[in-house]
């Protein structure tokens, strides 16, 4: 190695260097993904593209910080949290087409695109999972705050008792996840204080995100039918009270009252949980899916 350059050391050598934590073997390789016996494989798939889908496009909406943080060191806090989220969206989406390999998008015959990257990179809006909170455009520092803060809490609720899942992998999953959304909750908290008690510019923007964002977070403690699942999935209205409990706990040091706004209506009784979105998902999508689309044959 040449002493005189850092960059003569990244030359030549072994090339999987430059894909270090990228690589594209399959995720749950080794791992026992047989569906538990009396669990069905489509409903198991569809919970974890629930799951999945919430973090893959949170994490993408965390991405678009990378560079824009008002401080050095939050712009590395976001860019981590957006990688957590994607790890977990990979391996639910791994876990989503091992349980039902239908639910994977067709690819030209031949394609190398493995099947987490084609549910992330070939699916339409209207196929996705996510609670619409997850999809919304980033506002300031303070929305990014108060939706992290909604999503950490309710998630590391659920994420909590997952763990006890009859299916294997999601359960590892969740062991996982609680440690990664354990620390962003803190984050997020931490903040929402700081800006609550910080000048009267930054209290009027933490107030207006909320009141924002409000009427969104109530999709995430609203049980769909798939979520109902005593085996395998965690009913997200059973973790309300301690999503209160919690939230309730960060308005008070903060002196901020909870929102009075009712929550966002569905239509017809569908939510993103059916794959009904806001038309910023589309967006999202055609910006995020735009390179594997345009080459579905590409090896990366």
Same mark, same amino acid.
């Given at each position: 190695m040449n002493d005189e350059s850092v960059y003569d050391g990244l030359l030549g050598g072994d090339s999987s260097q430059w894909a270090f934590g990228t690589d594209f073997e399959d995720p749950l390789a080794g791992v026992d993904t047989t569906v538990p016996a009396g669990v069905d494989g489509a409903e198991l798939a569809t919970y974890c593209l629930m799951l999945g889908d919430d973090t893959l496009v949170l994490s993408q909406r965390l991405a678009e910080w990378c560079s824009r943080a008002p401080e050095l060191e939050e712009d590395i806090a976001l860019a981590n949290f957006a990688l957590d989220l994607l790890g977990q969206a990979r391996l639910l989406l791994a876990r989503a087409a091992a349980a039902d390999p239908a639910c994977v998008p067709p690819l030209p015959e031949g394609s190398p695109v493995p099947a987490e990257d084609a549910l992330a990179f070939f699916r339409d809006a209207g196929q996705f999972r996510n609670v619409r909170l997850a999809e919304v455009p980033n506002?300031? @520092?303070?929305?990014?705050?108060?939706? +992290? +803060? !909604? @999503?950490? *809490? #309710?998630? +590391? #609720? *659920? !994420? %909590?008792?997952?763990?006890?899942?009859? =299916?294997a992998v999601l359960a590892a999953v969740a062991g996982k996840g609680v440690k990664e959304l354990t620390y962003h909750r803190d984050w997020a908290g931490r903040w929402f204080v700081t800006l609550a008690q910080g000048t009267e510019e930054s209290r009027r923007r933490l107030l207006a995100a909320l009141e924002e964002l409000w009427p969104?977070?109530? /999709? !995430?403690?609203?049980?769909?039918? *798939? /979520?109902?699942?005593?085996?395998?999935?965690? =009913?997200?209205?059973?973790?309300?009270? /301690? @999503? =209160? #409990?919690? +939230?309730? %706990?960060?308005? #008070?040091?903060? /002196?901020? =009252?909870?929102? %009075?706004?009712?929550? !966002?209506a569905g239509v017809g009784g569908r939510t993103g949980r059916d794959g009904l979105h806001t038309e910023h998902l589309s967006r999202m999508l055609a910006e995020m899916q735009v390179v594997a689309r345009a080459h579905p044959m590409g090896l990366w």
């Open positions: 506002g300031d @520092f303070a929305h990014v705050v108060v939706r +992290l +803060l !909604l @999503f950490s *809490i #309710a998630r +590391l #609720a *659920i !994420l %909590q008792p997952l763990r006890g899942s009859g =299916d969104l977070h109530a /999709e !995430l403690l609203v049980a769909h039918p *798939i /979520e109902r699942s005593p085996a395998v999935a965690v =009913d997200p209205s059973t973790v309300r009270g /301690e @999503f =209160d #409990a919690v +939230l309730d %706990q960060v308005l #008070a040091v903060a /002196e901020v =009252d909870r929102p %009075q706004r009712a929550p !966002l």
